[in-house]
């Protein structure tokens, strides 16, 4: 119940706050006058302003209930305080409270001065400054707390505000238009009286023509102003959704969302026949019939068109306190396909098609703006839809592919050395028979079956497909392939395992095009290295991701005595590396010798001794270059790699001397890489824990 009270006064405050920005807006764009529709307007604006006050009262009480876990603590003023002073949200709390009041002052003393459009725009700024510290408490805000990630949720929410909070402004004006005009007096009135009523008539014409410009003027501002609304809605979506965007439609911030977008086209749909149809017709000079009809029609769409924007309103309140699609668990895909670019596209046949249904989807575009005014509604109608039905019958299903209950289903497994090579004993032990070695789809047994098995290596088949579809061809097999079920043999964290060993041999395979110079200013967002625990000689510990946002890594996998002089080499350029923001962490690819251990152990930098077995079967995947594609056999691991980690989490550059040669032997060389990335500023966000 307390969750159900919280989302209603979440969404008064929102409301009204909307209600005062837009109103004040629109009284801004009718400029300063006196009307009986702006002392209307005025009046309401310290109700607005003390709602907005009693919605922020309530958000307070039952955020300190939910937050607590104890109802009580609704009604205990104590409980608030505490909120107020111990928490972030408590402290955002407070700063919209005291926007709220100054709100509210402003909206007093416009209630008893003369109107100004100055005054208006002040009033305007001061409820948009409130939305702004609310946007602090949004999930952009949660994610990273910085202007980049607030100011496309508080553009959203102010450009809302503009269109929304002006429908009121908006129905105001339509009212007063179509108000029925009272019958001018006969001849048994004195003619003063009579010149009295016939200068309220001028006055009330003066009015209601100065209110049709204000719609008008708005309308104008309109258009630009929804869309920005829409642009940002993009921005803050593709931030809130999975890159895969199947959240929009198997989860509860989805389904909300594609509801609030449902009603925003039939409001957007309202407010394009308003604009070429019923504000000219209300616009007519004198009192005329088509005057008085376009003012009824504006009364009764415009109030629909209100009704449905409280609506969105409430479903935007109510996806605000939802987990964002990106972050829900798809434990089971609903359907039975998807779309996919990446599994589809590079087909001629799919090419082709998409194409072709671009091409009607234009033509249906072109359809709308030539045959609005040209066809009768019939025949628009079919000729819009027609078009736009068969473009997408076309274009579509070409880019459907298979999909399974587990497709979308997040990786529980991080992507981590330990798992990556416990998949790679797995796979060995249970899968090299028929998929080869190295995954090419050359085992022993591939020329047994009549379709052999792909090639999960040199191709893009990883890239094509979710880990949740690998998972389940896991889990169940693959029918009619020769592809056998793994779930009574594998438990579920081995499979996952296999899945992140797959991931991590398909990425090193695209590494064989890095090389030890950094490209500048381009991180590839699959090249996130494998995430390692590891212990050192020097009694340090850690992980790989603990130097993220710090400092670069310069990771060494280096064999002995073949290593020996690289690491005196490195050992005289520790002191610079340090100055370079950059940590040397050094892995042993065999187990030391007690003689090799001696040698470590007087090393200046971190020597890992525990976890660097996995950190070798790992990073080893990484050892193919342009010109040692090294796709035969088992494999052979180079007895010395480098690698450069960014402080942003991304592999950036990598030396094996044996295929690179001597670039990184000369001091300066390595170091001028490293200044490259310190120059840089972070490009992409941070790589995830888990693939996808």
Same mark, same amino acid.
């Given at each position: ?16 706050? #909307? ?91 416009? /209630?008893?001065?003369?109107?100004? +459009? ?16 609310? @946007?602090?408490?949004?999930?952009? !805000?949660?994610?990273? %707390? ?13 450009? !809302? ?14 009212? =007063? ?29 003066? =009015? ?8 008008? /003027?708005?309308?104008?501002? @309109?258009? &630009? ?49 308003? /604009? ?55 434990? $089971?895909?609903?359907?039975?396909? +998807?779309?996919?670019? =990446? ?43 027609? %078009? ?14 298979? !999909?399974? &209950? *587990? ?14 090579? $416990? ?6 032990? $249970?899968?090299? =028979? ?21 090639? #999960? ?131 042993? *690819?065999?187990?030391?010798? &007690?003689?090799?251990? /001696? ?23 990484? +050892? ?14 180079? &007895? ?12 950036? @550059? ?14 300066? #060389? ?23």
């Amino acid at each position: 119940m307390i969750d159900v009270v919280a989302t209603l006064f979440r969404w008064l405050q929102l409301a009204s706050n #909307m209600i005062l920005v837009g109103a004040c807006v629109f009284l801004a764009i009718a400029g300063a006058f006196h009307s009986p529709w702006v002392e209307r307007l005025q009046r309401a604006l310290p109700w607005l302003g003390l709602i907005l006050l009693a919605g922020l009262l309530g958000i307070l009480s039952t955020t300190t209930a939910q937050a607590t876990g104890i109802t009580g603590n609704a009604w205990r003023p104590d409980a608030w305080l505490a909120l107020m002073q111990n928490t972030r949200m408590g402290h955002i709390w407070v700063g919209r409270a005291a926007c709220a009041v100054l709100v509210f002052a402003i909206a007093c003393y416009l /209630r008893y001065s003369a109107p100004a +459009r100055w005054k208006y725009l002040l009033c305007a700024t001061a409820a948009s400054i409130t939305l702004t510290v609310g @946007a602090l408490a949004s999930h952009s !805000a949660a994610e990273e %707390l910085s202007v980049v990630s607030i100011l496309p949720y508080a553009l959203h929410i102010i450009m !809302a505000s503009v269109w929304f909070g002006a429908l009121p402004a908006f129905l105001a004006v339509c009212f =007063a238009c179509t108000e029925p005009q009272k019958k001018e007096p006969h001849g048994s009135l004195q003619n003063e009286a009579v010149a009295r009523i016939h200068a309220l008539f001028r006055s009330r014409e003066q =009015a209601l023509a100065a209110g049709a410009i204000a719609l008008k /003027r708005f309308s104008t501002m @309109a258009l &630009p102003v929804m869309l920005m609304v829409i642009a940002t809605g993009v921005i803050i979506t593709d931030r809130m959704v999975d890159a895969s965007y199947g959240g929009l439609v198997a989860t509860s911030y989805g389904w909300l969302l594609n509801a609030k977008v449902g009603l925003l086209a039939v409001v957007l749909v309202i407010a394009a026949r308003a /604009r070429s149809t019923w504000l000219p017709l209300l616009a007519q000079a004198g009192n005329s019939e088509g005057a008085q009809a376009g003012g009824q029609k504006l009364r009764k769409w415009v109030s629909f068109e209100f009704v449905l924007a409280l609506g969105i309103v409430l479903l935007a309140t109510i996806v605000a306190n939802t987990v964002p699609a990106k972050h829900a668990l798809i434990q $089971n895909w609903p359907y039975s396909f +998807r779309f996919s670019l =990446a599994a589809t596209w590079g087909d001629p046949m799919v090419n082709t098609r998409v194409y072709i249904g671009i091409g009607l989807l234009a033509a249906a575009i072109a359809a709308a703006f030539i045959g609005k005014r040209r066809w009768s509604r019939k025949v628009y109608i079919s000729a819009v839809a027609g %078009l736009a039905t068969i473009a997408l019958a076309v274009g579509l299903p070409p880019l459907a592919v298979d !999909a399974y &209950p *587990e497709t979308y289903r997040k990786t529980p497994v991080p992507f981590d050395t330990i798992s990556i090579a $416990n998949g790679s004993a797995l796979f060995a032990e $249970n899968c090299v =028979a028929c998929h080869g070695p190295q995954g090419k789809g050359d085992g022993v047994m591939a020329k047994s079956f009549a379709k052999p098995p792909v090639d #999960m290596l040199t191709e893009p088949h990883t890239a094509k497909h979710t880990a949740g579809d690998f998972f389940h061809w896991l889990t169940f097999g693959i029918p009619d392939t020769g592809m056998p079920v793994f779930a009574d043999k594998l438990t579920e964290e081995d499979r996952w395992d296999v899945v992140n060993y797959l991931h991590a041999m398909s990425r090193g395979y695209q590494a064989r095009l890095m090389s030890p110079k950094v490209k500048p200013e381009q991180p590839q967002p699959n090249m996130g290295p494998p995430n390692f625990s590891y212990a050192a000689q020097d009694g340090s510990s850690g992980t790989l991701k603990d130097f993220r946002g710090q400092k670069n890594v310069l990771l060494v996998l280096f064999s002995w005595p073949q290593s020996r002089e690289r690491l005196q080499e490195l050992q005289t350029i520790h002191a610079q590396l340090a100055q370079a923001n950059t940590v040397l962490l050094a892995v042993p *690819e065999h187990d030391p010798t &007690p003689e090799e251990l /001696r040698v470590i152990e007087r090393l200046p930098f971190p020597v890992v001794t525990e976890g660097a077995h996995e950190i070798v079967r790992s990073y080893a995947l990484f +050892r193919r270059t342009l010109s040692k594609p090294d796709l035969l056999g088992e494999g052979t691991l180079p &007895p010395h790699m480098e690698f450069l980690v960014d402080r942003f989490g991304y592999l950036r @550059a990598r030396w094996i001397p044996d295929a690179d040669g001597a670039d990184w032997n000369t001091s300066a #060389m390595l170091l001028q890489q490293i200044a490259q990335l310190n120059r840089e500023k972070e490009i992409l966000p941070p790589p995830g824990d888990h693939v996808h």
